[in-house]
């Protein structure tokens, strides 16, 4: 069974700042997908950015960006130039690659995010 | 193309009764995957169907159970409603043959 770990509860930013959330996870899976979700007060999850565990150079998607490290079972967000709307909760998530594996999800705890005029 | 479209959005419901939530996926989409949010548990998984079967099932007693129509669409059921299973449900949709899953609004359920 597969474990993910957001240790931060809670966090909080200036607006134009930057801010690292940070998530582990726990494994025997060779092959998987590693996500941050979104989920603002409107509820509705939306999708980040996307890992692929076999994939050296880490994801980028405009102001976010992740640092993988597979061998420390490391996956954080970081997110530069923070927004009024980036306040949410966020989601660490590991999904196994292949086959049946595609529509289950692990979520982590969540880290409720805030940012600041 | 529309989005996950899950009805109702919010439900009350008296404890031992039972509930039917309906999620309706992205056109196109053959898997349906259901998860319960609560402050204490965080995001669980339920359970998925992929083309009117049940792919995947998460560890919840067998009162919570879905099921998948021809066109997708799928329904979970809870029977005999206890107090815990008050939870923000939400239901995505996903191809089936890769990972991106898209997601609803969710239903919030109220047991009382």
């Known amino acids: 069974a597969q474990t993910v770990t957001q240790s931060q509860p809670e966090m909080s930013v200036q607006e134009a700042e930057t801010v690292t959330l940070s998530c582990t996870y726990d494994t025997s899976e060779s092959n998987y997908y590693l996500f941050w979700y979104k989920q603002p007060p409107s509820r509705q999850m939306i999708l980040v950015i996307r890992q692929e565990a076999y994939k050296q150079q880490n994801a980028t998607e405009n102001r976010f960006s992740v640092n993988f490290q597979k061998a420390a079972k490391s996956f954080s967000l970081k997110i530069s130039d923070s927004q009024l709307g980036d306040t949410a909760m966020y989601f660490c998530a590991f999904m196994k690659k292949g086959g049946t594996s595609y529509g289950k999800l692990t979520f982590g705890q969540g880290t409720i995010l805030t940012v600041h005029p | 193309k529309a989005g996950v479209t899950q009805t109702p959005r919010y439900l009350i419901k008296t404890r031992g009764q039972q509930v039917t939530l309906s999620c309706s996926p992205i056109?196109?989409?053959?898997?349906v995957s259901w998860y319960q949010q609560t402050p204490g548990q965080g995001l669980q998984f339920l359970f998925e169907?992929?083309?009117?079967?049940?792919?995947n099932k998460g560890n919840f007693p067998g009162r919570f159970s879905g099921r998948q129509f021809s066109n997708s669409r799928s329904e979970m059921n809870v029977s005999t409603l206890e107090l815990g299973d008050s939870a923000l449900y939400l239901c995505?949709?996903?191809?089936?043959?890769?990972?991106?899953?898209?997601f609803g609004q969710g239903t919030r359920l109220t047991v009382v």
């Open positions: 169907y992929f083309s009117e079967t049940q792919r």
């Open positions: 995505a949709s996903s191809l089936g043959s890769v990972p991106e899953a898209f």
């Open positions: 056109s196109g989409h053959r898997s």
